[in-house]
């Protein structure tokens, strides 16, 4: 079946750069995706990578793919303190439901102190 | 980008009701929408897919007689969840694809989610 891991919790200063990483298993992802969550708020697309690609930048936002051992990995550069949010991976599936659903992470509570 | 959004935002009911959750996309036509459940500090667990114009798609272990799906337009699906009790008491988010608006095809956009408490 389809897994996605993370992990639950990561803390930074104001100003430092965060990592959050994720493995999945499923290589026939065509897509891999980071949501971000706030509380009490529904799920913000944050940004995506195609599978044939091993970086993306979006401004303070970096996604590196390596796709050989199935890592995906979301740095913030600059962490903000309206950064601290719960970061959601999530890769497609294929399997069980219908096509394209989206398999999510359990989330990484990132929180930034000042 | 494209905009989906939830009514109501939450919603408390009485033991036996049925409560009746709308999804919308506002500025783009949606072809598939997803239903999802989340359950305090966990991740979101896909219930169902909901095509326009055909039955919903359910998945393992989730009721179909329960958790009714109706996706009456390409703008609209509804989830209703029949005879609440309190163990039905979750976060509910609903997702659209946008489908051709943007790359990739597939990227689902969120709803601000409705928060349903049974007592």
């Known amino acids: 079946g389809e897994d996605v891991e993370q992990s639950l919790f990561l803390s930074v200063r104001e100003g430092d750069s965060s990592v959050i990483n994720c493995t999945y298993t499923d290589s026939s992802s065509t897509y891999l995706y980071w949501y971000k969550q706030e509380p009490g708020a529904g799920l913000q697309l944050l940004t995506y990578?195609?599978?044939?690609?091993d970086m993306k930048q979006d401004q303070r936002l970096t996604v590196l793919l390596n796709k050989k051992d199935k890592h995906l990995s979301l740095r913030i550069a600059d962490t903000q303190t309206g950064d601290s949010a719960i970061y959601f991976c999530a890769e497609e599936g294929f399997y069980g439901g219908s096509q394209g659903n989206l398999i999510f992470g359990k989330g990484t509570k990132l929180s930034v102190k000042p | 980008g494209a905009v989906v959004s939830q009514h109501p935002s939450w919603v408390i009911c009485k033991s036996g009701t049925s409560v009746k959750i709308e999804c919308r996309s506002l500025d783009f036509q949606a072809t598939t929408m997803f239903w999802y459940r989340q359950f305090p500090k966990q991740s979101l667990m896909l219930m169902a897919t909901s095509n326009e114009g055909s039955k919903a798609t359910y998945e393992q272990g989730v009721e179909k007689d329960k958790f009714l799906i109706n996706h009456a337009s390409l703008t609209l699906s509804t989830l209703t969840v029949t005879s609440a009790h309190p163990e039905d008491s979750s976060f509910y988010i609903c997702s659209a694809r946008a489908g051709g608006l943007t790359e990739p095809q597939d990227t689902q956009y969120f709803g601000p989610g409705t928060r349903l408490t049974v007592l």
């Open positions: 990578i195609f599978s044939n690609m």
